[in-house]
């Protein structure tokens, strides 16, 4: 017997507004139609101009790869030399700003996004990403909604982070833990 009345299940109600459904539908053809086959030796300055055609504001010198996605580009900022690399998954649907000298690697995960587990409704929740100045999210790394990653810091291959990680620090594991304070060597060696 199911414990939730009909009442409870129409109580659900998306967090999207018709338009934006309309919104990401025709931000997810054209990119899939104009950015996905462009090869990455050309296609850099064309795949730029089309996250900002669709509101992104992101520096001339930031990377955005043919196979990142980009789920609401109208939220996300990208500073000079950001990256987003190959197959990373930028979920914003709350801000994502990516600064300058950041790297987002291969297959990391941006998630915005969460479920209220206290809520009988299981109504969705967000919360902006910020990958600060020279910052890097390793491959297959997964960054949570209202995470900071600080100044410098590393989220190790496959760290799942959930809180926020101090600049110049290194975080791996899951959840992700403190391994090591981040010292760069100096450029006279």
């Not at 520096?59 to 790869?65: E, G, N, R, S």
């Amino acid at each position: 017997m199911n414990k939730y009345s009909a009442i409870d299940l129409i109580e659900f109600q998306t967090p999207y507004t018709t338009a934006n459904k309309l919104r990401r539908l025709l931000w997810g053809i054209t990119w899939a139609c104009f950015a996905r086959p462009i090869p990455k030796s050309m296609a850099m300055p064309w795949k730029r101009w089309l996250l900002r055609l669709f509101g992104a504001k992101i520096a001339d010198t930031a990377a955005v790869y043919s196979t990142a996605r980009v789920f609401q580009p109208w939220l996300l900022t990208m500073d000079d030399y950001a990256c987003l690399a190959e197959g990373v998954d930028c979920y914003n649907t709350a801000p994502v700003h990516i600064g300058r000298n950041a790297t987002v690697s291969q297959r990391a995960f941006l998630c915005t996004a969460g479920h209220d587990i206290t809520d009988p409704h299981h109504h969705q929740t967000e919360a902006p990403i910020v990958i600060a100045d020279r910052a890097w999210v390793a491959a297959e790394a997964f960054v949570g909604q209202g995470v900071t990653v600080g100044e410098g810091a590393v989220c190790a291959a496959r760290a799942v982070v959930v809180r926020n990680v101090e600049p110049w620090t290194v975080v791996g594991g899951n959840p992700a833990k403190f391994i090591k304070k981040r010292v760069l060597r100096d450029g006279n060696e």
